[in-house]
């Protein structure tokens, strides 16, 4: 079993939709981190949470480190939002800086 | 600031031959990551230098596979000798590790192709 497993693995969506990507963990951890991988390839870390809740714009960012659950929210979307979403762990070792990947959320957003 | 820069963006080569990739993290970062993404396994650190030290290789799949960091500015992935399986975009990442909260920021990767 995976330590981070995410879902759905693919959501397509109409644009305009409130969009959820949920994320859960198996192990300790001193922070998780929201990436967004675009169809080029790039990948851009969205959001770093350790407790809470954290708004960029139109997207949410969640964390219940009791449940170790995150989610991840898009509000109003849009076809350029469509992405890879990745979530990732740093394990709460101290020093340990090492990131373990989820296998990534797809999603497509059709205008 | 430019970012993380990493060179070459495409490699292709061929089986046996000898590959070198770099990475220039961003000034003034303290930790700089290599990571491996292939469509069945996903993203994988491969290892993580602070200060220059290498302090996690574990997910480095072989001896084939060398890390250096020479100094703040500069480091290397050498495959040698390369394999087909070896075929994976490879991203370098850098941070500036100073509390709990550590943001990665990526360089655009390099898509090495091993025939």
């Known amino acids: 079993k995976n330590e981070v497993e995410q879902s759905p693995q693919n959501l397509t969506a109409q644009e305009g939709e409130f969009i959820t990507i949920n994320c859960s963990y198996s192990v300790g951890i001193s922070a998780l981190h929201w990436l967004q991988q675009h169809p080029g390839g790039g990948i851009v870390s969205l959001f770093m949470l350790s407790s809470g809740k954290k708004k960029h714009g139109r997207l949410i960012a969640t964390i219940n480190i009791q449940e170790k659950h995150s989610s991840l929210h898009i509000t109003a979307s849009h076809p350029r939002d469509s992405a890879v979403y990745i979530c990732a762990v740093r394990l709460s070792n101290f020093g340990n800086e090492k990131l373990t990947f989820g296998t990534g959320t797809r999603l497509t957003i059709i205008p | 600031d430019a970012g993380v820069i990493q060179s070459p963006r495409h490699e292709v080569t061929e089986m046996g031959q000898e590959v070198t990739l770099r990475c220039k993290p961003i000034?003034?970062?303290?930790?700089l990551f290599w990571y491996r993404q292939t469509m069945m396994r996903g993203l994988e650190l491969l290892i993580y230098f602070n200060n220059n030290v290498p302090i996690d290789d574990s997910g480095m799949p072989e001896d084939r596979f060398s890390a250096k960091m020479p100094n703040a500015s500069f480091s290397t992935l050498k495959i040698q000798p390369s394999e087909p399986r070896d075929s994976a975009v490879y991203f370098c990442a850098s941070s500036l590790v100073r509390d709990s909260y550590n943001e990665q920021f990526f360089g655009p990767g390099t898509r090495l192709t091993v025939l």
């Open positions: 000034s003034g970062h303290n930790s």
